[in-house]
T-cell receptor, first 115, second 115 residues
């Protein structure tokens, strides 16, 4: 079974430029998450989807970040414009459901460097 | 809000040594607890989990017991191998309110095992 797929794996952009990350979750997983991982720290949740609905986006900086999951399958996270402090690893994860006992499966991440 | 505290790292051991990585948490209700591992150049993988008090999770020789009385979930392995070198993250998934199903991670512990 294929795992969570993310692309690109690496991205280097100049500040003020836009950037987008794509995620395809494990087949059949209705819940999708985007996390931000700064160097030397644990991941922090940005947004959680149940099918097409964003049910928790309280940690998403909405002035520059946006996300969508139009058909309830794959998802895109966008930053516009990017700032130097956005350099980090962006992780996508999926699970069968939102209950606490469910395991979240993570993709390899997109490493972003903003110059 | 929910929080997870891991022992300060990094940890350096010789092969076949005993490993303990401490993890304590703060959460309301009855969270589920997880250990994830991140090998060099790879994404986060679930190592083990426990979903209720006194449960023991185990995998690949690693064990951790959900201790509600001490709010702890310490990771142990009796004899580490060089291949265990990685970053280990303790995490909890909340059981109520805005934390429901949301993973909160510790800062991670870098483990290096020498031959």
């Amino acid at each position: 079974e294929a795992g969570v797929v993310q692309s690109p794996r690496y991205k280097i952009i100049e500040k003020k430029q836009p950037v987008a990350f794509w995620c395809n979750p494990i087949s059949g997983h209705n819940t999708l998450y985007w996390y931000l991982q700064n160097l030397g720290q644990g991941p922090e949740l940005l947004i959680r989807y149940e099918n097409e609905e964003a049910v928790d986006d309280s940690q998403l900086p909405k002035d520059r970040f946006s996300a969508e999951r139009l058909k309830g399958v794959d998802s895109t996270l966008k930053i516009q414009p990017a700032e130097l402090g956005d350099s980090a690893v962006y992780l996508c994860a999926s699970s069968q459901g939102p209950i606490p006992q469910e395991t979240q499966y993570f993709g390899p991440g997109t490493r972003l460097l903003v110059l | 809000g929910d929080s997870v505290t891991q022992m300060e790292g990094p940890v350096t051991l010789s092969e076949e040594a005993f490993l303990t990585i401490n993890c304590t948490y703060t959460a309301t209700g009855y969270p589920s607890l997880f250990w994830y591992v991140q090998y060099p150049g790879e994404g986060l993988q679930l190592l083990l989990k426990a979903t209720k008090a006194d449960d023991k999770g185990s995998n690949k020789g690693f064990e951790a017991t959900y201790r509600k009385e001490t709010t702890s979930f310490h990771l142990e392995k009796g004899s580490v191998q060089v291949s265990d070198s990685a970053v280990y993250f303790c995490a909890l998934s909340g059981s109520g309110g805005t934390s429901y199903g949301k993973l909160t991670f510790g800062q991670g512990t870098i483990l290096t095992v020498h031959p």
